[in-house]
T-cell receptor, first 110, second 111 residues
């Protein structure tokens, strides 16, 4: 059983559409990170959320940490082809190691 | 971008041969990590290091060993490569926070 469940696993949308992807768990976390990975490259950190209910914005990307700190969402407004990639959420386990979800693969068609 | 490089970037090797992957950083970060990434499994931790000569096992450490003799270098060795070790390998570094910075990856194929 995965500690972090990401959904959907795959999403294909048209340029200009909005979308939301989710990262869920039954455990409580002190913080949660979102990474984006483009084809052929390593993941790049987008944001870290720390406080329950926290909302962070990064241009057209909006990240929210659930009130109970068990889940998070990433909303993209007016998606562009440059948003294409694998979106990964990650949390720190009790041994201070990052645990990753399996990711949501996003394809934005021109 | 964090100064982190991996070598080689691509490698094809035969089953049973030893393979060493190198991760090099210029950030003087304390923590270094090796992950493998496979379809459907995301990123899984192989080994990590919390200082020179200080290493520990991750989730999928069987068949792998690591060494860190200098702050800037973290080596991952497959003593006898198997086809199940065909994967993309990523090195990552982190400093005082839990935010990790990844290298560009090494694509390893074991035939």
């Amino acid at each position: 059983t995965q500690l972090l469940e990401q959904s959907p696993q795959f999403l294909s949308i048209q340029e200009g559409e909005n979308l939301t992807v989710y990262c869920n768990s039954s455990s409580v976390f002190s913080s949660l990170q979102w990474y984006r990975q483009e084809p052929g490259e390593g993941p790049v950190l987008l944001v870290t959320v720390v406080t329950g209910g926290e909302v962070k914005k990064l241009k057209r990307l909006t990240f929210q940490f659930g009130d109970a700190r068990k889940d998070s969402s990433l909303h993209i407004t007016a998606a562009q082809p440059g948003d294409t990639g694998l979106y990964l959420c990650a949390v720190m386990d009790s041994s201070y190691k990052l645990i990753f979800g399996s990711g949501t693969r996003l394809l934005v068609r021109p | 971008d964090a100064g982190i490089t991996q070598s080689p970037r691509h490698k094809v090797t035969e089953t049973g041969t030893p393979v060493t992957l190198r991760c090099h950083q210029t950030e003087n970060h304390r923590y270094m990590y090796w992950y493998r990434q496979d379809p459907g499994h995301g990123l899984r931790l192989i080994h990590y290091s919390y200082g020179v000569k200080d290493t520990d096992k991750g989730e999928v450490s069987d068949g792998y060993s690591v060494s860190r003799s200098k702050t800037e270098d973290f080596l991952l060795t497959l003593e006898s490569a198997t086809s199940s070790q065909t994967s993309v390998y990523f090195c990552a570094i982190s400093g005082q926070t839990n935010e990790q910075y990844f290298g560009p990856g090494t694509r390893l194929t074991v035939t």
